[in-house]
């Protein structure tokens, strides 16, 4: 009999023959309850592996992943691979309207392929707050050995895992947020895990670095800068980018970036900083950069961040854009897809909004506060089961109206390519992230948005991206093409407001059923809801 992970491999063999010539790498996660106190408290985490973070996956473009994921919690878990684009195969997206949950004591292999892709991206858990105590860990897509990256291979490549952090486990955290409160601003920043002080990066005098910098915090933007070293953007999720020198930068939720330092300086520890943005409570994480010749410590003061506040960021937003020259994942420079001259077939046009139902706190796009279904659509959709949503349930444009709870999907169809506009009436911070996709960020900037905003758009060399951040009272544009079918969802990453309701699901559909558009269902599915007791495949 064929050891277990011979047997997944054939199985994905029959799934997906076109997957067959790429590598497999095999992970099995055994995810725990552990006590952390990366603030000096005590507080329940969530392990795998036993560590927190949890392991890095380090992956080569269209590498298949197989996890498999054992859940020793007394709840149930869920993993989502943020920016990981499960090309035809949003059953493995790990959000509740895609897969089912692992019930406690059960465990769940992903089958994963990353499928033309390269980049820094990152997973956590995607159900409750569950993220607020850990699950999450970073994820690099590095380039096949043939295709040029447009920089030196690095010294070392470190990923930089940094977010606001409550000091609460996550059942509290979420029990606030059931009871229809508000949660209190969050109680510090961690980097990697740990707490202001704990973190040393180790590097040698004249050598360059590649630091991997995610935002996987609960609601604030933080800005990110190394005493007396430059640091210079190479990639953003998964494009390579013009490589521009910044002294600080700004991450905001849901991020990632990479970017190169080089160990110049005379040789001692300096201060790595990570603090939180636009608040007037400033969250401060420190860690070290240490010279491995030195042992003298960091001294001065802290470097400290950008004074103005939405300007400075724009504008530093919009100084990121794409190296057209550089190659992606495939041989071709990136700029070989010319997004701008394609005409948009739809826009859809997202505004947030804050508010109560039926006495309790809620978060909406487009006046309609998302709640889970029984069953994830995607399993709705496959196994044609009525009434869990209905196409329809949202509007493409904000009405202004009330707000209301439904479970929310937008309908779009397979190989269009249209305009997504978010549009921030509100004075935060936003943040949102689109599964199964990169979209080019186009354009953003403060006031309501019209059509003549598009004469400011970039339509040459906008980062493709799939996270972009709204400006409190501003908008931001992209533009998507819609190649891959599917269930994705779209949501804020501001995770209180994702819980309450800011979020719905687009569905990318074609009536084709050719494996070339979407994979069947995997054999291994769970099957819940209404799901349950259905066959993943014909008998
Ligand atoms: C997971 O870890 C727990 C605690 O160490 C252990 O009891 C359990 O057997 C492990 N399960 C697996 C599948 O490795
Ligand atoms: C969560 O935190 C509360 C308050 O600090 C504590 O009473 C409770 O025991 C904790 N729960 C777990 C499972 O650690
Ligand atoms: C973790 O363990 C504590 C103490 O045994 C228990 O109260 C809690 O419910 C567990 N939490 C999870 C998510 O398994
Ligand atoms: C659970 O783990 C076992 C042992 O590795 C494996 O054979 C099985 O396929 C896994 N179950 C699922 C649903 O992935
Ligand atoms: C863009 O990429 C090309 C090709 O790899 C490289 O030679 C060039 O230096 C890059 N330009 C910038 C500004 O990053």
Not at 292 to 313: E, H, R, V, Y
Not at 427 to 450: C, E, P, T
Request: aromatic share 12%; charged share 15%.
């Amino acid at each position: 009999m064929p050891s277990p992970p011979l047997r997944l491999a054939a199985l994905l063999l029959c799934l997906a023959a076109a997957a067959a010539d790429s590598p497999y790498r095999f992970f099995h996660w055994n995810v725990t309850n552990g006590t952390i106190s990366p603030l000096g408290v005590p507080q329940q985490g969530i392990l795998i592996n036993g560590q927190f973070p949890g392991p890095e996956i380090y992956s080569v473009t269209n590498d298949n992943i197989i996890v498999n994921v054992f859940n020793s919690l007394n709840e149930p878990f869920l993993i989502h691979w943020n920016g990981v684009q499960n090309r035809r195969n949003s059953f493995v997206d790990g959000v509740i309207g895609t897969t089912c949950p692992i019930p406690p004591g059960r465990n769940f292999t992903y089958i994963l392929q990353m499928k033309d892709q390269i980049g820094s991206f990152f997973y956590f858990p995607s159900l409750a707050m569950q993220k607020a105590a850990g699950g999450f860990g970073g994820i690099r897509i590095m380039s096949r050995p043939l295709i040029p990256v447009p920089f030196g291979p690095p010294a070392d490549d470190f990923t930089l895992l940094i977010g606001d952090w409550y000091k609460n486990n996550h059942t509290i955290l979420r029990r606030l947020l059931d009871r229809g409160k508000k949660l209190p601003f969050p109680h510090g920043v961690l980097i990697n895990g740990r707490g202001p002080g704990a973190t040393v990066f180790t590097v040698d005098q004249g050598k360059t670095y590649r630091l991997r910098i995610c935002n996987v915090g609960f609601q604030n933007s933080l800005n990110f800068r190394i005493q007396g070293h430059k640091m210079k953007v190479v990639e953003i999720e998964g494009t390579h980018t013009l490589q521009i020198s910044y002294s600080s930068l700004d991450i905001h939720l849901g991020q990632c970036m990479s970017v190169l330092i080089t160990a110049d300086q005379p040789p001692r520890n300096y201060y790595v900083v990570a603090s939180t943005r636009f608040t007037t409570q400033v969250l401060t994480n420190t860690a070290f950069l240490k010279y491995s010749s030195s042992n003298t410590p960091a001294s001065g003061p802290l470097p400290g961040g950008p004074t103005t506040q939405i300007d400075w960021s724009l504008n530093q937003a919009r100084s990121l854009r794409t190296n057209l020259t550089a190659s992606g994942p495939r041989p071709n420079p990136q700029g070989s897809y010319h997004y701008g001259m394609i005409k948009t077939v739809k826009t859809i046009r997202l505004a947030s909004s804050a508010g109560q139902v039926n006495g309790k706190q809620r978060y909406a796009l487009n006046s309609v506060s998302f709640v889970a279904p029984d069953t994830p659509m995607k399993l709705a959709d496959y196994f044609k089961i009525g009434g869990v949503y209905r196409l329809g349930s949202i509007s493409e444009a904000p009405s202004g109206a009330g707000i209301y709870t439904d479970t929310s999907v937008l309908g779009a169809d397979y190989r269009t390519f249209i305009e997504i506009v978010f549009e921030n009436y509100e004075n935060i911070m936003q943040s949102y992230h689109l599964a199964g996709y990169s979209f080019w960020v186009v354009g953003m900037d403060g006031g309501q948005w019209s059509s003549n905003s598009r004469n400011q758009y970039n339509l040459r060399d906008a980062v493709s991206r799939c996270t972009v951040q709204v400006y409190p009272k501003s908008w931001s544009a992209i533009y998507i093409a819609l190649d891959n079918v599917g269930m994705w969802n779209l949501r804020s990453e501001f995770w209180a407001r994702q819980y309450l309701g800011q979020q719905t699901y687009l569905r990318v559909y074609t009536a084709s059923t050719s494996l070339r558009d979407e994979y069947p269902i995997p054999k291994n599915a769970r099957l819940c809801g209404r799901a349950r007791g259905r066959h993943t495949r014909p008998i």
